[in-house]
């Protein structure tokens, strides 16, 4: 009997009958790995044509990039971290060095330590108010504070977002449990991620586009057909439920509104070919100090001749929408304007970042608006023990990063477990929790 919305075709026969991830990225890896340790037939569904998601590492010439998401943030409890050690990948544990500036350029020790006061006056304000209601980042800094515009660039980088957008309650849940130790993968982030999917059956370049969870058997509508499962864990970035990309039967408002409530910001990533042997390994610029668009550059990255550029918030946003090169302009001018302009010839653009117009992701990480606190839980809270959610922004408090991705995914697959008892009994998960 057909059913009264659109969500219906005739299911196919694949793998996934006893649960089906949707969304590739850190957390529907590590749901859909932890599923299939326990024994359980599960099948990762995938809109795009890779694995990794906001995890992104790219070959350019010999050397390996992340897109994406490139340290391991919280780095001594992060399960990345030991998921490199047991797959032998390399962690790199230099210290990032965002606070210092390559030979003082542009921005002299006198200036960074009254930068430095007012980014403490400013953290101090927002931690004292904490008691109180939510409000926004920039209610603890003056509009015409000198420092503003660099403490709005750095909650570009950490937020995705300018000050006023972000808010306090949400901030302080990350930055009060994450830790110093910020290390990186020398194969590439996005590389431990996929690795991490090897074996697992997956569906790519799959779009989901309806989830029919009216009965015991959840029917997912995809771009390809539909599957029959019994238990369905949502993976994808908020911006896909915001926009309605995925839709429910019944409806989920609730789930709606969440993700209207944690959009994505935006950061974008530019990287520099640059010729010639004088980049020290691992230094650090501030393009410009006194401006809120400026981006942060990482300068031989592994001892790698180029320069990784961070552009963050509304500035990444600016430069997105003015096309293709105008992120290598901007940067490339800030580089020259500190470097000299001998340097012009020798920085060459090999890849660029335009995260925002990424199709089924639409956007970098997640921040929540003033007051959304709650819709974090509400969005990774399951439905009818059918329907379950994960991705980082479920994250109380390690949102936007792919460690937290990989945590909702690990406890959305361990709540699937709890509902399918007879299954899990006998396999263990071997995955880390
Ligand atoms: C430039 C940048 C830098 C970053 N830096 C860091 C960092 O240094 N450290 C850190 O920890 N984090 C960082 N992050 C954030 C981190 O990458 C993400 O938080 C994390 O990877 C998100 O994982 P996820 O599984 O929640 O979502 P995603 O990785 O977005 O995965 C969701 C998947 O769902 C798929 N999908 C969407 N819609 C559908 C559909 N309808 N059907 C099927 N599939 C669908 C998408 O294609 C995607 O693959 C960075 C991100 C960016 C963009």
Redesign the pocket.
């Known amino acids: 009997m057909p059913a009264t919305s659109g969500c219906w075709s005739r299911p196919e026969r694949v793998a996934g009958a006893d649960a089906v991830v949707?969304?590739?990225?850190?957390?529907?890896?590590a749901a859909a790995r932890r599923l299939q340790e326990a024994g359980l037939d599960v099948l990762l569904?995938?809109?795009?044509n890779r694995?990794?998601?906001?995890?992104y590492s790219v070959r350019i010439e010999d050397m390996t990039v992340?897109?994406?998401?490139?340290?391991?943030?919280s780095a001594r409890r992060?399960p990345w971290t030991e998921l490199a050690g047991h797959y032998g990948f390399t962690v790199d544990r230099s210290p990032a060095n965002w606070s210092t500036q390559w030979r003082d350029l542009g921005f002299p020790p006198a200036e960074r330590h009254a930068y430095h006061e007012a980014w403490m006056r400013w953290e101090e304000a927002a931690h004292a108010a904490l008691t109180g209601p939510d409000q926004p980042l920039s209610a603890f800094i003056a509009p015409d504070d000198p420092w503003r515009p660099l403490i709005d660039a750095v909650s570009g980088y950490v937020n995705g977002a300018p000050l006023s957008r972000v808010s306090l309650h949400d901030w302080a849940a990350y930055e009060d449990s994450a830790t110093e130790d910020?290390w990186a993968v020398r194969e590439g982030?996005g590389t431990l991620?996929a690795r991490h999917a090897e074996g697992l059956a997956v569906r790519l370049d799959?779009?989901?586009?309806c989830i029919d969870h009216r009965a015991q058997t959840v029917r997912v509508e995809?771009s390809r057909g539909t599957i029959e499962t019994r238990r369905v864990i949502v993976?994808?970035?908020s911006t896909?439920l915001t926009g309605e990309?995925?839709t429910f039967d019944p409806p989920l408002p609730d789930k709606h509104a969440a993700a209207t409530a944690l959009p994505l910001g935006l950061?974008?990533?530019l990287f520099l070919h640059v010729d010639g042997t004088d980049l020290p390994d691992n230094g650090h610029l501030i393009g410009n100090p006194y401006s809120a668009c400026t981006a942060s550059y990482r300068l031989g990255p592994f001892g790698l001749p180029l320069i990784e550029c961070?552009f963050g918030g509304d500035c990444a946003e600016a430069l997105e929408t003015d096309g293709d090169g105008a992120a290598a302009d901007f940067a490339i001018s800030e580089l020259v304007a500190l470097l000299g302009s001998d340097w012009r010839a020798r920085l060459i653009p090999v890849a660029a970042?335009r995260?925002r117009a990424e199709?089924?992701?639409h956007?970098?990480?997640?921040h929540a608006h003033v007051g959304a606190v709650p819709q974090r839980a509400v969005l990774a809270a399951p439905v009818e023990d059918r329907l379950f959610f994960?991705?980082?922004?479920c994250s109380t408090h390690d949102?936007?990063?792919?460690?937290?991705?990989f945590q909702?995914?690990v406890a959305a697959a361990d709540a699937v477990i709890g509902t399918l008892p007879f299954r899990s009994r006998f396999t263990a998960p071997a995955s880390l929790a």
């Open positions: 949707v969304g590739a990225g850190a957390a529907g890896i569904v995938e809109a795009g694995l990794g998601g906001r995890a992340d897109l994406g998401c490139g340290w391991l943030h992060n910020n982030y991620v799959t779009i989901v586009t995809t993976c994808v970035p896909m990309r995925i950061a974008d990533k961070f970042t995260w199709p089924h992701i956007g970098s990480y997640s994960a991705g980082e922004a949102f936007s990063t792919a460690h937290g991705a909702t995914g």
